[in-house]
Each structure stands twice: as C-alpha cells, then as structure tokens.
C-alpha cells in the first residue's frame, strides 16, 4: 500500500469515529433538552414531584451510560482500525515534509495521480469543511502545504528542484486554488474551453512565455493567515534553493486563493523575505477580498436558531457552526492573525478586517466575474459570479474607508466563479498583465 493512501485511511478512519462521537454528544444533548422539558413541569407540581424525580434520576443514570458506550465503543474501534492500517506495509517512501520555523510544520501534500483523482477532490473538499479540525487532530486526511511542478510535489533542495524543474527558465508562477480545491481546480472545463483536458493558465504562460508553472496544494481549512504565512515561509526556501536563481515571481490566487496570496506578501514585508523582492505582479481571480455573501448569510442564519430554544433550532446551528476557520475568514475576508484573534469567530455581522496595505513595489491586479451577461439582474446582484460580488473581487466597496485601491480591477461579464480558473478571456488579461510588466521592465532596463 502507498504511504499516502495508508494516511487517508487512517485518517478516513480517524474522522469517522470522531463524527460518531461528535453526533452522540448532539444526540445527547438534544435527548436531554426534551427530557427536561418533559420531566420539569411534573416535578414543579405536588403530587407528581416525587416520582418525577426518582424517574427521572434512573433515566439520566441509563441514557448516559448509553452515550458513554457509544463513545466509548466508537473509540475503541478506532484504536482497532488504527492498528490494523499500521500493520499495513508500505511499497513506497513517503515525500519528506520541510522543516518549518517551529509552530509552523506543515504535512506533505500527495502527488496527483490518476487513480487518485477522485480521493484528492474529496480530500479537498473535507479539508475545506473541517480543515482545522484535521489539523489538530494530525489526521492523516489533511493535506498541509505543498509546491508541485507537472502534479508532483516538490522537495525544496537545490539538488531536487534541479532534477524536477526545466532549466534555463528564471521566471516563475505559483497558483494558489480557492477553498475546498486543490491544484486540480486549475484544468476546470479545459476540454471545453480548448479541446483537450489538460490546458491550463500555467501550460499556456510555460508553452509561450517559458514562465515554470508552480501549484500550491494546502488545508484550506485553516485560517487564511495561518496558510499565508506558511506559504511565505515556502516561497523562502524556494528562492534559497532554487538552482539557477529565481528572478521573477508571479502569484495568482483563485477565490480564497487570492486572499493566501495577499496574507503571504503582508507577512513576508513584515518579515523581510528575500523572496518578495522577486515578486512583481499578484492577480487575485475570484477573490472574496471584501468577503463573501454566503458566508455572512450562514453567519446570520446560525445565530437566529441560537435564539430558538428548540432542538430543531439548536442543532442544525451547531452543525453549520462546526465549519472550518478558513470558510469564516471568508466572511469579511480576513488575511492577518489581528483581525480573527482574540475576537468571537461567531459573533453576528462583526466586521474586525483591518486596513492592510498592498506591498509597496508589487501591482495588484483584481478579476472578478458574473453569473449574467447583464450587472443589473438579480441572480447577479445577490450573487456576483455565484459565490463573491464584482464589488469584492475588486475591492470596490461602497464605504470608502473599506476600499482596497488594486492597482487594476476588470469583471468578466458570464463567467462564473468556477470557470474564472481557467477561462480563455481571463487568460487572454493574465497574459496582457504580464506583457505590460515585461514591457515595463524593459523600458527601466533601457
């Protein structure tokens, strides 16, 4: 068995028996609130008091020896799957993860195969859903951070990168995908859009300007901040390592992609990296950098059934408030440690973005899109491209004080959030983007 396909089925194993115990405690909790409700107007009256409590001391006493079997049993079949997946033997080495400054260590990312297509979408969704969870717990389903070259992950030594990356090409581009993804979400609709499936913005930019196109694979559950400033930790070691000395950086963010991309170039001016000097030009596609309608719509809605005393209200609530810290730092588009610590993650509608300026010397370019060739309809105007407003693609609030002055900002009328990845037209301003800075490099250089 491959080693990483023994970490998803532990880490499979890991989370089913932690969904079990977590249900049993909502079953628990919910039996109880009816049980009070039941037994409390008997035990206020008279003549049913004293029976009323005998019954109802017997009942708590059985139904919380059940619960703890359950859970007890749950765990105790999870020490079983555990072993046995242990006992496994494994045909290949395991990708070594990269030392990280301590509290930063990140797991290796699996490399794309074939086979494993459908097992690397499904880890990313559940990643994106409860990637925070994954964390702590060290389950094996989290995906952690990775650099890939060609859907391979790359080890950030000069001896490797010298074996896995084309010589002679001083230019590089990392794409960093949205929540939920994974690098794969870069080939979306590509037989569609160019007859065959494997065409993507990185193909095209390698096959006509010999820029290298690098991927980002990480746990889009955590918090933004936290994979931002992994990610500039990454990009470090990459420019440290590189053997024929990177010269020039381009960063494009899909969707929460975006807000990563942001997050590392603010925390590697705070840190001074040597890696930012070689970045030019950030494109955020899609990115909800003035945050996400749906999610405040979730925010909203779990705090009303809070207010409901029911367990048709409770639960669900606690279900939807379960969601990772990465989908809530999309509500108003968090990209720093400041703006979610130390503050409630489910207070209603609370606004703690703070005002983080783009890195001097870097161009900041914005694309957004819509579900309808017309701005003014409906659908586009609650839902933008489906999931984020052209407002806050482009950072164009309505406050001024929110505003995010992007050095450029277009709206695709048509294409949605989805297609935003590898849509030709959006390519089609990539290029022009990257053109200009050539062009403008050049006439410095004259």
Same mark, same amino acid.
Request: proline letters at 6%; hydrophobic letters at 40%.
């Given at each position: 068995?491959?080693?990483?396909?023994?970490?998803?089925?532990?880490?499979?194993?890991?989370?089913?028996?932690?969904?079990?115990?977590?249900?049993?405690?909502?079953?628990?909790?919910?039996?109880?609130?009816?049980?009070?409700?039941?037994? #409390?107007?008997?035990?206020?009256?008279?003549?049913?008091?004293?029976?009323?409590?005998?019954?109802?001391?017997?009942?708590?006493?059985?139904?919380?020896?059940?619960?703890?079997?359950?859970?007890?049993?749950?765990?105790?079949?999870?020490?079983?799957?555990?072993?046995?997946?242990?006992?496994?033997?494994?045909?290949?080495?395991?990708?070594?993860?990269?030392?990280?400054?301590? #509290?930063?260590?990140?797991?290796?990312?699996?490399?794309?195969?074939?086979?494993?297509?459908?097992?690397?979408?499904?880890?990313?969704?559940?990643?994106?859903?409860?990637?925070?969870?994954?964390?702590?717990?060290?389950?094996?389903?989290?995906?952690?951070?990775?650099?890939?070259?060609?859907?391979?992950?790359?080890?950030?030594?000069?001896?490797?990168?010298?074996?896995?990356?084309?010589?002679?090409?001083?230019?590089?581009?990392?794409?960093?995908?949205?929540?939920?993804?994974?690098?794969?979400?870069?080939?979306?609709?590509?037989?569609?859009?160019? $007859?065959?499936?494997?065409?993507?913005?990185?193909?095209?930019?390698?096959?006509?300007?010999?820029?290298?196109?690098?991927?980002?694979?990480?746990?889009? $559950?955590?918090?933004?901040?936290?994979? #931002?400033?992994?990610?500039?930790?990454?990009?470090?070691?990459?420019?440290?390592?590189?053997?024929?000395?990177?010269?020039?950086?381009?960063?494009?963010?899909?969707?929460?992609?975006?807000?990563?991309?942001?997050?590392?170039?603010?925390?590697?001016?705070?840190?001074?990296?040597?890696?930012?000097?070689?970045?030019?030009?950030?494109?955020?596609?899609?990115?909800?950098?003035?945050?996400?309608?749906?999610?405040?719509?979730?925010?909203?809605?779990?705090?009303?059934?809070?207010?409901?005393?029911?367990?048709?209200?409770?639960?669900?609530?606690?279900?939807?408030?379960?969601?990772?810290? #990465?989908?809530?730092?999309?509500?108003?588009?968090?990209?720093?440690?400041?703006?979610?610590?130390?503050?409630?993650?489910?207070?209603?509608?609370?606004?703690?973005?703070?005002?983080?300026?783009?890195?001097?010397?870097?161009?900041?370019?914005?694309?957004?899109?819509?579900?309808?060739?017309?701005?003014?309809?409906?659908?586009?105007?609650?839902?933008?491209?489906?999931?984020?407003?052209?407002?806050?693609?482009?950072?164009?609030?309505?406050?001024?004080?929110?505003?995010?002055?992007?050095?450029?900002?277009?709206?695709?009328?048509?294409?949605?959030?989805?297609?935003?990845?590898?849509?030709?037209?959006?390519?089609?301003?990539?290029?022009?983007?990257?053109?200009?800075?050539?062009?403008?490099?050049?006439?410095?250089?004259?």
């Amino acid at each position: 068995m491959k080693q990483r396909t023994k970490e998803r089925l532990a880490g499979s194993a890991d989370l089913l028996c932690a969904v079990v115990g977590e249900t049993t405690g909502l079953v628990e909790e919910t039996h109880s609130r009816v049980a009070a409700k039941v037994f #409390g107007p008997l035990r206020a009256l008279a003549p049913t008091a004293g029976v009323a409590k005998t019954v109802q001391l017997f009942h708590d006493a059985t139904t919380d020896t059940v619960y703890r079997a359950i859970r007890g049993g749950a765990w105790q079949a999870g020490r079983v799957l555990d072993r046995s997946i242990a006992l496994v033997p494994v045909t290949e080495d395991a990708t070594s993860s990269r030392a990280l400054p301590a #509290g930063d260590a990140i797991a290796p990312a699996p490399p794309v195969t074939k086979r494993g297509q459908l097992a690397d979408h499904a880890a990313g969704i559940v990643n994106g859903l409860y990637g925070d969870f994954l964390a702590r717990r060290g389950n094996g389903l989290d995906l952690g951070m990775e650099l890939l070259y060609g859907g391979e992950p790359l080890a950030l030594t000069p001896t490797a990168l010298a074996n896995a990356l084309p010589s002679g090409e001083p230019r590089a581009c990392l794409f960093v995908h949205g929540l939920a993804c994974t690098d794969q979400m870069w080939t979306v609709q590509a037989q569609e859009f160019y $007859g065959t499936p494997a065409v993507s913005f990185g193909s095209q930019l390698q096959a006509e300007l010999g820029i290298t196109p690098l991927y980002l694979r990480y746990n889009s $559950g955590r918090h933004v901040s936290e994979n #931002g400033r992994r990610l500039s930790h990454l990009l470090d070691e990459l420019v440290q390592s590189h053997p024929g000395g990177l010269q020039e950086l381009v960063l494009v963010g899909h969707s929460m992609g975006g807000l990563v991309v942001r997050s590392a170039a603010e925390y590697g001016r705070r840190h001074d990296a040597a890696w930012l000097a070689r970045v030019k030009t950030i494109i955020c596609i899609g990115a909800p950098n003035l945050g996400a309608p749906l999610e405040r719509a979730t925010n909203g809605v779990t705090n009303l059934l809070r207010r409901f005393d029911l367990a048709g209200a409770q639960i669900p609530a606690q279900l939807l408030d379960v969601r990772s810290a #990465g989908i809530k730092d999309l509500r108003f588009g968090y990209i720093v440690d400041e703006e979610w610590e130390a503050h409630a993650p489910d207070a209603l509608l609370v606004d703690n973005r703070q005002a983080i300026p783009l890195v001097a010397g870097i161009s900041y370019h914005t694309i957004g899109g819509t579900l309808t060739q017309n701005p003014g309809h409906p659908a586009t105007l609650l839902l933008g491209d489906l999931l984020v407003r052209p407002a806050s693609a482009t950072g164009r609030a309505g406050d001024p004080a929110r505003r995010i002055s992007f050095h450029s900002a277009r709206v695709f009328p048509g294409i949605n959030h989805f297609h935003l990845a590898n849509h030709p037209d959006v390519y089609g301003l990539i290029r022009h983007h990257l053109d200009d800075e050539a062009a403008g490099a050049a006439s410095v250089a004259v």
